[in-house]
Structures are given as C-alpha cells and as structure tokens.
C-alpha cells in the first residue's frame, strides 16, 4: 500500500500503514518539470523518449527536506536549478534511462544531488580549443578553452559542461562637446556555478566564439553589439548591448543585449535592456540638460547593473562576473560593463571593465566579453570577444 503523505493534525494511522511508511506515492511525468512544495512526499518519474528537465525553484523546499528523483524513458533528464538556486553534486545532474537520485535541501536555495546510478549519463570526451587539466572541488576535469571560432570534436558521447560568455559591446561615439558616450553592455554570462550541462553525440559541433562590437561611427552613433557566442546550434548566449551616443547622434538609441548598454546624454533614450536577467543586467541612464555636458550611464554586466550619470561624471560599468570556480584558476570577472564617458570625469571600471574617460579615445574591453568604455568628444572604446569553456571529467 502507499502510505497516505503528507499527514495532517489529527490523522489516525493505521499499523499497516506505519509498517509501510517508506513507500511514497509516484508521480510520473511526461514533460518536463518545476518541482512544487509537496513533490518532497513523492517520487518524481520522468518518462520521455526526448531530453527533459527538472527544475528546482527557490524558496519551495526547506532544510532536510528530501526530493526522490529518477528517470525511466528514454530520453535524458537533466535536473536544473532555478533562478537563485545552488545545486551541488559529485556526480552528473543527468539521469540517462532507469537512473535516479534525490535532493537533500540544505536550504531553501541550495541543495546536494546524490546521483545513485543505475544509468546516471557519464562525461564524455572531447578535443578542440586550447586543452588544459584542472582540478575544481577534488574532481580531475579537462578544460578546452575556444576564444576563436573553431570546432569541438566529440569522441565519446557523453556530458559536458559548459560556459559561454558573449561578446562585449562597443561604447557609443560623443559629437564634440556634446556630453558623453554610453558605456557597452557586457556579454551575457552563463553562471560558473549552476553551470550548463549538455549530452553530446559522438560528433563535431561548430564553435562561434562571439566578437566584441565596435564602438560608434565617426558620424555619431551608438555602439555596437557584441556577437552571440554559441555551441552548434543547440546553445548561444547573447552579445552585449552597445552604448547610447549624445545629443546630436544619429541612431543613438542604446542597445539592449547580454547586458544593455549605457545610454547617452542630452536627448538620448533610456538605457539599453538585458535579453535574459539570468545571464545580465541593464545599462545605466545618462544625465540631460540643456547645456549637453552631462555624462552618460555604464554598460550593465553579467553581475550588477550599468551606473547612473551623476551631473557631469559618467555612470560606472557593471561588475562582470567571477568564472573562476567553473576553469579553477585565480578571479576572473567576465561580462563587465564599461564606464560611461563624461565631461567632467568618465566613469568608474566594474570588476573586470574599463573606466570611462572625459577626453580622447575611450578604453576598450580587456577580459572576456568586456564592453567598451565611452568618452566625451571622441569614439568609445569597443568590446572585447567572448570566450566558451568546455569541461569534462577524467
């Protein structure tokens, strides 16, 4: 018999149902799914030939809290975490057909998955890019490292996670006495730690490594977007948004992208949106008034917003994200914004991002999908390329 959970106030329970009260009720599903509140007094089953997930939202389980897992079709079920969510495991997050685990919640946004076999996906193997051995939580992984476009061979099927930043973009170029040039948006970010896991064929799948967006034309214009970085045609990850240009620009609307850019002064619009939150944050706004010597907002990135113009001093560019817990190895912010620019003083550099500047050439994005840094009387700088990790298990 299945024991009748969850119990309320006052439920008398039988003797065979205390003898039995290890045996949950099944929950089969066919498409993928959100674990709800109630889902810890079930076993959740998938059952599809196609590739499915299940997801596990923040804030609906609580500390001890069991979540019982498997997989019975055919297709691979791959247990995901939700926006906030942490999702540690020694295993894969994969359940290849017959293969199961559980959840132990030890909080309401971080769990362990224990992955107990019986058809758990293993890592494959691959070659392609710059290869190097790490070693992250005393797990052996091969990292192959793509910061141009080539292509990943996969010999062995299997599991592979993966990191893609997207181009910076470019900041927007300023008229001459005219304020300041937006600051790039960084490219989006996948998180290093709820990182994507992906179950490849024995085969070869293109790499486009995303290039950063320049920076606004001689004639005034807004900056750029950054390219998509992406994995075949199964995964992409946006380009930063480019910089909004000043008062008198000709397109100087800012552009949204993995982050969105910075916008102009004067008469510009409002700053650039990110495509995706999970992956970026918006521009910051820049200053108007009359005169057009106001500065203009930083580029968001992949870890906080784009700054705001305060007067005549550019707004700072959004931090970009640490990715040194998915290629272990010293802090690296990836996806930074860049400053705005300004008459009075450019903004300042986010973790890994460049500063705006009040006169010539703006800086131009150094790490990993960094947006360029705008400037007053002069082009912007433009975005740096992204880059795409590829790990293993060895």
Sequence with gaps: ???????????????????????????????????????ETKRTIMNNASATTITVNNSIFTVGDVIQVANKGAGA?????????????SGSLALAQYGGGYLLALSASTFTFFNLGGGGVSYGTATGGTSSSITV????????????????????????????VGGGG???????????????????????????????????????????GATGAAT????????????????????????????????????????????????????GIATNPLYGNNG????????????????????????????????????GLDISGFISGATYYAGAGGAG???????????GGVAGKSSGTGNAGVNYGAGGGGSRNAAGGAGAAGVVYVRFKV
Aim: proline share 2%.
């Design 284 to 319: 910051g706004v820049g200053q108007s008034d009359s005169s057009s010597t106001y500065g203009a907002g930083g580029g968001g990135g992949a870890a906080a917003v784009g700054g705001n113009a305060v007067t005549t001093t550019g707004g700072s560019g959004g931090n």
């Design 170 to 212: 470019g900041a927007g170029f300023c008229e001459t006495n005219f304020g300041g040039g937006g600051g790039g948006g960084g490219g989006a970010v996948t998180s290093p730690t709820n990182f994507i896991t992906l179950s490849l064929s024995a085969a070869t799948f293109a790499i486009d490594v995303g290039a950063g």
């Design 341 to 351: 620019g300004g008459s009075g003083a450019g903004g300042a550099a986010g973790n």
């Design 137 to 164: 939580g005393g797990l052996n992984y091969t990292l192959l490292t793509f910061t141009s476009d080539s292509n990943l061979v996969v010999s062995k099927a299997g599991v592979f996670d993966v990191l893609l």
């Design 77 to 89: 079920c791959t247990i995901t975490a939700g926006a906030g969510v942490t999702i540690n495991t």
């Design 1 to 39: 018999m299945t024991t009748p959970f969850p119990f309320v106030s006052g439920q008398v329970l039988t003797a065979a149902q205390l003898n039995d009260i290890q045996n949950l009720p099944i929950s089969d599903k066919t498409a993928s799914y959100t674990l709800i509140a109630g889902d």
């Design 220 to 271: 005034p214009n807004h900056g750029f977007n950054g390219s998509e970085s992406k994995i075949g045609s199964i995964l992409s990850i946006a380009g930063g948004g480019g910089g909004g240009t000043s008062n008198n620009g000709i397109n100087k609307s800012t552009q949204n992208g993995g982050s969105g850019g910075g916008s102009g002064t004067s008469e510009s619009t409002a700053q």
